[in-house]
Structures are given as structure tokens and as C-alpha cells.
């Protein structure tokens, strides 16, 4: 009985697997409906959520992550689409940033992704590539930036570069979701 029901519980996990990872069928402009007859597609990866990070002298300092790579992109990180945004005051002064995603690859739970910078009060920020790790943990996120070394945006950044996940996240505000990609080499 244990190695029938082992093996109904195997094959109705393969199964479920099968279902998450089928192709989609949609098009760019009408995509794939969730119904019984034709199940969505799971993304190829996904980073989003947002948070505050910690520190000792009491900066407001927020990420926020809406990131994509589509199913019909899984071979092509470079495809990712959506935005990320941050902002960093102390003493009632700092500066804010949003960059247009370039690329997204993600691991388990952390997600590097990259993007050019759109819009900042940041001067000589806009048209910068930057870089964001984050390690989606629950309850203690990390998070790090490839201007952690530089002081700031940088020019000639390659993209999905960044840094390891140094920075603690403010305890009770991370809220982060890293779908893992599962490329087909």
C-alpha cells in the first residue's frame, strides 16, 4: 500500500509539473487564459515585491521590484521586461531612481536583475545601467547594488551584473517573490 500510494503521489507530481512548465499558446496581444481546457503558462522568471532596507542611522531607503521573463523568453534573459525603483533620504535629503528592465536571471531565491535608468533627481543618473541582487528569504531579505562600490550609477555596466546581497531588509517590510528560471540548455 505505502509504495502504491508513493507512486500515485510521484505521478501526480510529474504531472502537475508537466502542466506548470507547458509552452503558452497565446499571442503578445491576447495571452493564454487560465481555464481547465488551457492552463497559463508559468513565467520563464519573475522578481517583484518591495521593501525597506535597515540602518543603524535611520535612512529611508526603498526598493521596489515589478520584473518579468515570459515563458515564450525562457532561453533569453535579455527579454525581460518591467521596471524597478528605489529611493534613498537621510535628514531630508536624497534622491530617487527608475530603471527600465534589461534583463532578469534568477536562481532558486535570489534574482539579479538590470535595467537603464528612465527618470532620478539623481544628476547624471538617467541613461546609467544599473544592478540589483536580491535574496528572497521570508522574514530576512537581503539586498545589493552594483553602485555599492562606485558611490553611484556607473557607465558601462554589463547587464544581469551586480552585487552579492549585503544589505540587511528592514524587519517586517520585505515583501519579495523570486520566481526561479529554469532554463532549457
Do not use: Q
Not at 506548470?20 to 493564454?32: H, I, M, Q, Y
Not at 527600465?100 to 546609467?128: E, Y
Not at 557607465?155 to 540587511?168: D, I, M, N, Q, T
Request: glycine share 12%; charged share 20%; net charge neutral.
Amino acid at each position: 500500500m505505502a509504495v502504491l500510494g508513493a507512486a500515485l503521489l510521484l505521478t501526480a507530481g510529474l504531472a502537475g509539473s508537466a502542466t506548470a512548465f507547458a509552452p503558452a499558446s497565446g499571442t503578445k496581444d491576447r495571452p493564454v487564459s487560465e481555464t481547465a481546457a488551457h492552463p497559463t503558462a508559468r513565467e520563464a522568471a519573475a522578481l517583484t515585491g518591495s521593501a525597506k532596507l535597515y540602518r543603524s542611522a535611520g535612512d529611508d531607503i526603498t526598493f521596489s521590484f515589478d520584473a518579468h521573463l515570459a515563458a515564450r523568453n525562457n532561453d533569453d534573459p535579455l527579454k525581460a521586461t518591467g521596471t524597478f525603483e528605489w529611493s534613498h533620504y537621510a535628514d531630508g535629503e536624497g534622491a530617487w531612481a527608475k530603471a527600465r528592465v534589461d534583463c532578469l536571471i534568477t536562481g532558486g531565491k535570489v534574482a539579479v536583475v538590470s535595467g537603464v535608468v528612465t527618470d532620478s533627481d539623481l544628476p547624471g543618473a538617467k541613461g546609467k545601467r544599473v544592478g540589483v541582487t536580491v535574496h528572497d528569504i521570508g522574514r530576512h531579505d537581503r539586498l545589493g547594488y552594483s553602485w555599492a562600490a562606485t558611490g553611484g550609477p556607473a557607465g558601462g555596466l554589463p547587464r544581469c551584473v551586480s552585487s552579492a546581497p549585503f544589505e540587511k531588509v528592514k524587519k517586517g517590510t520585505g515583501d519579495f517573490t523570486v520566481v526561479p528560471w529554469l532554463p532549457e540548455f
